[in-house]
C-alpha cells in the first residue's frame, strides 16, 4: 500500500511539476506579476506545494496530511476549477484502497487543471525563493 501511495504521490508532483514549467515558460518576458486571487484557494494550494516538497526532502509520505489540505484546496476552488478539485480529492481519498485511481486519464487531468489554475493565478512560478508555509 506504501508503494501504491508513494507512486500517486509522484504522479501528482510530478503533475504539478508540468504545469510549473510549462507557467513558466509561458510568463517568459512579461515583467508582470500573476493575480494572487483567490487569496484562500492560493493559501490552500501553497500549503500541498510545501507539503510535497516537505515529503521529499524527508523521503516520507503522508496521504493523510495531503488529504487534508486538497480537501482545503477543494472547500476554496473557484467555480473554473471546483470539479476538478473535488475529483483530485476524490481521488486522493480512494488511492489507498482501489490503486487503478492513479492510472485514470480524467483524474490526471483534473490534478493538472488544479494545479496549472492554481500556477497561474497563485503566481507559485513568479515568486522569488520558496514558498512560506502555515
Avoid at 500541498?48 to 476552488?77: P, S
Avoid at 496549472?116 to 502555515?134: I, M
Amino acid at each position: 500500500m506504501a508503494a501504491v501511495v508513494a507512486r500517486v504521490v509522484a504522479l501528482l508532483f510530478a503533475a504539478a511539476c508540468v504545469a510549473g514549467c510549462s507557467s513558466a515558460s509561458s510568463a517568459g518576458s512579461t515583467s508582470t506579476p500573476t493575480t494572487t486571487f483567490p487569496k484562500r484557494f492560493c493559501d490552500a494550494a501553497t500549503r500541498y506545494e510545501n507539503e510535497l516538497n516537505r515529503e521529499a526532502t524527508h523521503d516520507k509520505r503522508d496521504l493523510a496530511r495531503q488529504v487534508t489540505i486538497v480537501a482545503d484546496i477543494a472547500r476554496t476552488a473557484p467555480p473554473e476549477v471546483r470539479a476538478d478539485a473535488q475529483t483530485f480529492l476524490r481521488a486522493l481519498q480512494e488511492v489507498g484502497h482501489d490503486p487503478k485511481v492513479r492510472d485514470n486519464p480524467a483524474i490526471e487531468q483534473a490534478v493538472n487543471n488544479v494545479n496549472r489554475y492554481a500556477s497561474n493565478k497563485c503566481g507559485f512560478f513568479t515568486q522569488q525563493g520558496p514558498s512560506e508555509g502555515f
